[in-house]
């Protein structure tokens, strides 16, 4: 079993002076005593072991505190997207019942209003800082549940993963180690921190090692560029690396502090992690994840960094692809991407049944992803499942499309969908987003994929649109492109 997360946080107080934010305004003894203060507080209000308490607010440090005294206490952390509207919350307040809705001001009455005790974040810390900071914790065992995420929605509605502390401290474990953090680096933290990267790789790395991190409230080229010098580590998603390279301050020497750059979230295209090295001197780190599981695979901290990648398990992880019998394929053979580990979570919350389908015999968890092992031991990820496009019979990934399409001179992002069609039951059709001053002829994009991709790969339409959609953390939303252009070959 893996050290538990309150148990390191208590060890970083005891050094005098640890920095837990870089710039002075927290130390590790500080942090332990806010949230004892905090744990006291949900005592106070009647929050027991296995509470579950919704937090709904801008990012903010106290959003960190708040979750560790959630861990001391034994309550269930539950962050919620602070974009979502009360509509959408509604389904989290019936699904969860918390006991405690932590919110914005302005939303507590609204908040109320679906019948959940409410109160201001502001009002929960003045509550705080008139407990004490001596906090008795319950005992924890390293299955009980420390938070519950729900997943992100981009198709049907969004399910509760139950996350125990064991999930989380044996993944921060094994990334600590594998990303070499020493107890003397320095992370820029501009994630959102409802979401598991930013709430529990981020934080939980830093935590693990005894480091310190540069937090920001928001992700801004200039404040990230203004913090490179002052960091060591940095973490992003697909589209704060690509926001970087579109700004001139970002050179070999605005980066020349950092020893690891880290991606992930969200597919990194390889034309972004040319760019990249090309301009800043070095190779972006690729992972894989996903809410139910934490981090599964990461390329490596020295070796090969392979563009088009996600690298290889985590120690004391075990992936593998199969095939529709759930038999092990071969290597180079694509198929559904399944995961067994201390970090795979333990159900859905109130979804038994739905529980049962995702996992095989032996608790491997079917990921929904399609991916293939190279004979070097990386993993590709081809897809989600569910968007693979079945056209006339071919199976056709749309990362393979995607790639061949952003290695194209004026093509920005791109997405392939598959949509129906009176004739191939499904056609590939690609969105893509071009370059400032690019212009491209549909005509122009087919006959050049025509040089890479099989004819049954090349998209039947090329739509130029401005932007593509996304959620907050980058993963497109194909689900919307499908409804979109559901009608595009209506009538054949």
């Known amino acids: 079993m893996s050290a538990d997360v309150v148990t390191k946080l208590k060890d970083h107080a005891a050094v005098p002076g640890k920095l837990w934010f870089a710039d002075g305004s927290m130390t590790y003894a500080q942090l332990l005593a806010e949230t004892g203060r905090l744990a006291n507080a949900l ?33 269930v952390f539950l962050p919620v997207n602070p974009a979502y509207t009360v509509a959408e919350t509604a389904h989290f307040m019936t ?24 109160m201001a974040l502001g009002d929960l810390l003045a509550m705080a800082a008139g407990q004490s900071a001596d906090f008795a914790d319950p005992p924890h065992g390293p299955h009980d549940m420390a938070a519950i995420l729900y997943t992100s929605g981009t198709t049907g509605r969004s399910k509760g993963v139950m996350l125990s502390r064991e999930n989380l401290a044996s993944n921060a474990e094994a990334l600590v180690g594998l990303w070499r953090f020493t107890g003397a680096d320095v992370l820029l933290h ?72 880290i991606s992930g979230s969200a597919p990194l295209s390889p034309a972004t992690h040319v760019e990249w090295r090309e301009r800043t001197g070095h190779a972006i780190l690729e992972r894989y994840g996903m809410t139910e599981t ?25 992936v593998r692809v199969t095939g529709p019998d759930g038999a092990a394929l071969p290597i ?18 109130k979804l038994p049944e739905k529980t049962a389908e995702e996992f095989r015999a032996g608790r491997w968890f079917i990921t929904g992803d399609l991916g293939a092992f190279d004979s070097l031991g990386y993993l590709s990820i081809l897809g989600r499942a569910k968007d693979m496009v079945i056209t006339g019979g071919f199976n056709v990934y749309p990362a393979e499309v995607e790639a061949a399409l952003d290695d194209l ?33 549909e005509a122009g994009v087919r006959a050049a994929l025509r040089e ?16 593509i959609p996304r959620n907050a953390m980058g993963k497109v939303q194909k689900a919307e492109l499908r409804r979109l252009y559901a009608g595009l070959f209506a009538g054949g």
């Open 190 to 261: 501009a994630l959102p921190v409802f979401h598991t990267h930013g709430l529990f790789v981020a934080t939980n790395c830093v935590l693990f090692s005894g480091d310190s991190m540069v937090f920001q409230r928001a992700f801004s080229p200039a404040t990230v560029l203004a913090a490179l010098p002052k960091v060591s580590v940095m973490m992003g998603v697909p589209t704060f690396y690509t926001r970087l390279l579109a700004d001139p301050g970002l050179s070999r020497a605005a980066c020349g502090h950092i020893r690891l750059f």
């Open 332 to 349: 180079g053979e694509a198929g559904a991407i399944e995961v067994q580990g201390p970090n795979v979570f333990h159900g859905y919350w």
């Open 409 to 441: 001179a004026g093509v920005a992002a791109s997405a392939v969908i598959g949509v129906p069609h009176p004739d191939f039951g499904e056609a590939v059709v690609a969105c893509v987003v071009l370059a400032r001053g690019a212009v491209l002829e």
């Open 43 to 75: 005592a106070a209000l009647g929050l027991q072991k296995g509470d579950r308490l919704l937090l709904q607010v801008e990012k903010c440090e106290a959003v960190l505190s708040l979750y560790f005294a959630c861990l001391r206490s034994g309550v």
């Open 294 to 318: 934490n981090m599964i695979t990461s390329n490596p901290y020295e070796g090969d960094r392979r563009a088009g990648t996600v690298g290889m398990p985590l120690p004391g992880v075990k």
């Open 95 to 118: 699904d969860a019942e918390p006991a405690l809705a932590v919110v914005e001001p302005a939303r507590v009455a609204e908040i109320a209003g679906l019948g959940a005790r409410a």
């Open 452 to 467: 890479r991709l099989a004819a049954f790969k090349i998209p039947k339409r090329v739509l130029v649109l401005d932007e």
